[in-house]
Each structure stands twice: as structure tokens, then as C-alpha cells.
């Protein structure tokens, strides 16, 4: 049996692989470590934890053959206690705030809140204001946010609940002011998030330090952001055009984490993936090979040929999940899904050979937003926030107050 974590420059999966005479072995070895909750995570920001790939292991294990499973189970026991440890720590005011932003926070302590003035401004942005404002928390600690920079100064604001906000806010920001960890939690709905849509909704927040402390000259009331769009939709010029496409690729790309998402935290449970949910996967790959097409003049020829490809080949494999999922076939959506992901999002976020910029793909068109006309500073749903599935409401009162804290941490 070989049994490592794989770490290299696009994902970090916690892989199982095992050769036995018997299959059901491997998918109960498989079991012991989703059940007892070690996780697996990509750089780019689709982990599958335990929780999400839990399955009833105690029955699993109960119907084989007890002979073929004692080698494999003692060995994966020892790995589960390696697995095991809390994901983070540090508590303070009676909040264990490190489990709660999955960090090990070290010298946790209280800082110096906002004052008076910047709470008003922050309010004055808002026809609702969010959460409690005059109740934000300040933490200064310090913590590894990513293996490869060791730790880092953070400074932590935490919004407990309050009008328009019904559970706690967290976010993590550097020393550049820049936001390295988001969580919300406190209501049954959010905690439980049986489909993953809340931690694909939170973790956008925290995605590749792409959101930060927005000055206060940059700051945007709703009614100013819904003037900008009103003007970026009446223009008809090429530049307008490409500002849409790059608003709605974000938009899709947070809809393709949300299906990889969703499909693992079902296919691991008891629940049935809706054929018709991955169907539309599909029909999202067929708008992206047109995407691949239009974003020819940022990315170049080259690289536009081989986005195309990719995103057929994504629509295939996702065909593939549709007939898994029509035919209950849990554990093989899952792994194709894990091929799927591979295929598309490692295949595509890592390409070398382009025109925009220097890096990887994702990370040089990533670095072209500002040029491009593309704002993460607004905090609408629909815009530059993906909002959860039928939860328009309580997704924009949440970007609410992420932008409220952010805009007190950029005054300060």
C-alpha cells in the first residue's frame, strides 16, 4: 500500500492508492481516512475535507471480509492519528477564534478597534448597515497562512452578529492589507452547509490574496456601484465588451468551484448529485470554448487554442458525470470528477505558453484586472461577488459587511 500527501506547484491532494485482489478493500481504506476527517486541499482554493467526503465507514468496513481489511485498516489508523490534529488554534474573549479561521494563532491578543469616525464613514456607505459596527473586534496574532512564507503578521477583525448580518464574520489580514483568511459562521444553515455552497461563497473573500483594505476614496455606496454598471452595460466599445466577459469568467469560474464543490460533498455522502445540476456544468463548457475565442487578445492565439481544448474536454468528462450520476454511481463520479478538475483547472490555471503576462496563466491575467477594467472592490452579487444559490440576500448582506470591515481596516 502507498499512502502519501502530494504537494506540488497546482494541488496538495491527500492521495490513497493501494493494490489488492480485492477492490472493496481500497474503497474501505479509502473510507477510514474521509470518515476520520484528514483533509485534502489545492493551492487554489478547493479543498475536500473530511466532512465533505464523509461516508458511513462503519458499515463499509461491517460488510467485507474482516481477513482482507485487517492490514490495510491498521496501517490506516496509523496515518489517521497523523491526520488528525486540530486545524488551528488560539482563543481568546471566549472564542476559540484559530478553529474557527483554521489557523494556529500565536501571540493572539486584542489591538486598538477603529474609532468613532471610521465606524461612521463605514456606516454612511450603507442605506442597511451591516452586522454591529460598533461592536468589531481587532486581534493581532501571528500564524503560517501558507506553508511556502512561514508565519506572518496578521491582524484579525471580527464582526459578531448584528442587523443584516446573523453570525460571526472573521477576516485575516496581512501586513500589505491584504485578506489571507475569510470564515463566517453561527447559523445552523451556514455551519451545516450540507452542499459546500457557504465555503465556496467564503473562501472567494480569501482567494489568492485578491481582495484587500479598500481606501476610503475608493469606496463605492450601492448606489455608485449600480451607476458604474449601469454605464459599463451601455457601452458599446471593445474595451467595455472585454470588462463584461472578464466580470462574468469570474463568475464562472467561482460557479465551476462551487460544481466541484458540491458534487464531492454529495458523492461522499448519502445524498444523489442531480444529473441535471451537472448538466449544466456542461452547458457552462460550452460557453467557456467561446470564451476561449474572445479572450484571443489578451492571452494569444496559443494559449486561446489550448483553452478551447480544455474547456471541450472539461464538457466531455462532465457528460461522463452526468451518466454516473443518473446511474448512482457514487464513488466513480467522484473520481471522474477529480479527473475532470485536473484536466480543466490544473491544466489551464498553470499554462506557461501565453501572452498575458509573465507567470502561469491564472496568476498573469489575474495581475492584468485593474488594466482590464475589472474591480474587487464593489462587493455586489453579481458582479464581483459570487452569491450562494437562492441566498441572493443573505450573500449580499455578508459582502456587506466584508466591505464595511475592509473599509475600516484601509482608514486606518
Not at 459562521?185 to 481582495?211: H, K
Not at 454511481?329 to 498553470?350: E, K, M, P, S, V
Not at 441566498?391 to 456587506?400: F, K, M, Y
Amino acid at each position: 500500500m502507498d499512502s502519501f500527501c502530494q504537494n506540488d506547484d497546482e494541488t496538495r491532494f491527500f492521495v490513497v492508492s493501494a493494490v489488492y485482489d480485492r477492490g472493496r478493500t481500497v474503497m474501505a481504506v479509502r473510507s477510514a481516512f474521509v470518515a476520520f476527517g484528514c483533509e485534502a486541499s489545492s493551492k487554489d482554493g478547493f479543498p475536500i475535507s473530511g466532512h465533505l467526503l464523509r461516508q458511513p465507514v462503519l458499515e463499509t468496513i461491517m460488510s467485507f471480509d474482516y481477513r482482507a481489511l485487517a492490514v490495510p485498516l491498521f496501517i490506516s489508523l496509523l496515518l489517521i492519528a497523523g491526520c488528525s490534529k486540530p486545524p488551528g488554534s488560539g482563543s481568546i474573549d471566549g472564542i476559540e477564534l484559530g478553529l474557527r479561521t483554521e489557523l494556529h494563532l500565536e501571540d493572539l491578543q486584542r489591538a486598538p478597534g477603529p474609532d468613532e469616525s471610521v465606524i461612521e464613514s463605514a456606516r454612511l456607505l450603507f442605506d442597511s448597515p451591516p452586522g454591529s459596527l460598533d461592536s468589531v473586534r481587532v486581534y493581532s496574532a501571528s500564524a503560517e497562512v501558507d506553508e511556502d512564507e512561514g508565519a506572518i503578521a496578521l491582524e484579525i477583525w471580527l464582526m459578531p452578529p448584528g442587523a443584516n448580518l446573523n453570525g460571526y464574520l472573521a477576516l485575516a489580514i496581512d501586513e500589505d492589507g491584504a485578506v489571507r483568511r475569510s470564515r463566517i459562521w453561527g447559523t445552523p444553515e451556514i455551519d451545516a452547509d450540507p452542499e459546500a455552497a457557504w465555503e465556496n461563497y467564503w473562501r472567494q473573500y480569501e482567494y489568492e490574496a485578491s481582495r484587500s483594505v479598500i481606501p476610503p476614496k475608493r469606496a463605492l455606496p450601492r448606489s455608485e456601484v449600480d451607476s458604474l454598471w449601469a454605464v459599463l452595460r451601455a457601452d458599446t466599445s471593445a474595451s467595455s465588451a472585454t470588462t463584461r466577459m472578464m466580470y462574468k469568467h469570474r463568475l464562472d469560474m467561482y460557479d465551476n468551484s462551487f460544481l466541484l464543490r458540491r458534487t464531492m460533498a454529495m458523492a461522499g455522502g448519502e445524498d444523489v448529485v442531480p444529473p441535471e445540476w451537472l448538466a449544466e456544468g456542461v452547458e457552462m463548457y460550452s460557453r467557456l470554448e467561446e470564451v476561449g475565442e474572445r479572450l484571443k487578445p489578451i492571452i494569444g492565439d496559443s494559449a486561446s487554442i489550448k483553452y478551447v481544448a480544455v474547456a471541450e474536454e472539461g464538457g466531455e468528462i462532465l457528460s461522463l458525470a452526468v451518466e454516473d450520476a443518473e446511474a448512482g454511481q457514487g464513488d466513480q463520479l467522484r473520481d471522474r470528477i477529480l479527473t475532470f478538475r485536473r484536466r480543466t483547472c490544473g491544466a489551464c490555471h498553470g499554462m506557461k505558453s501565453h501572452d498575458a503576462g509573465p507567470g502561469g496563466l491564472k496568476d498573469a491575467v489575474m495581475a492584468r484586472l485593474d488594466e482590464l477594467g475589472v474591480r474587487r472592490d464593489l462587493y455586489s452579487v453579481g458582479k464581483d461577488v459570487w452569491g450562494v444559490p437562492g441566498e441572493h440576500e443573505r450573500s449580499q448582506s455578508i459582502a456587506d459587511a466584508v466591505k464595511a470591515v475592509l473599509l475600516m481596516a484601509g482608514a486606518g
